[in-house]
Nanobody, 123 residues
Framework: VQLQASGGGLVQAGGSLRLSCAASGRTSRAYTMGWFRQAPGKEREFVAAIRWRRSGDNYADSVKGRFTISRDNAKNTVYLQMNSLKPEDTAVYYC?????????????????WGQGTQVTVSS
């Protein structure tokens, strides 16, 4: 399984960005895709997750109400729409795939990871 993330960039506080992550290769019929982020000097943290066949998304409290995760099943692609961005959202954002459909927020459950895309929010 390969994950290709894109869509990062530089934006002013209050602005928006949309990240994309396309999955290719041999995925299971039902799985979870998630977004994580890591800021300089900090540990990687959960952002959001979505289950591929079932409803119910999962968000970190810090992004709830500002970020929206969605999927395009036909394209095997997950999106992260990020609105009302804050400087503290600055990080490298990683997409990940968990071959089960738990919608988990725990990074150790994810078997595959994308290369990361930088998001920088200026104040």
């Amino acid at each position: 399984v390969q994950l290709q993330a894109s869509g990062g960039g530089l934006v002013q506080a209050g602005g928006s960005l949309r990240l994309s992550c396309a999955a290719s290769g041999r995925t299971s019929r039902a799985y979870t895709m998630g977004w994580f982020r890591q800021a300089p000097g900090k540990e990687r943290e959960f952002v959001a997750a979505i289950r591929w066949r079932r409803s119910g998304d999962n968000y970190a409290d810090s992004v709830k109400g500002r970020f929206t995760i969605s999927r395009d099943n036909a394209k095997n692609t997950v999106y992260l729409q990020m609105n009302s961005l804050k400087p503290e959202d600055t990080a490298v954002y990683y997409c990940a795939l968990d071959l089960s459909e738990t919608g988990t927020r725990y990074s150790h459950a994810y078997e595959y990871w994308g290369q990361g895309t930088q998001v920088t929010v200026s104040s």
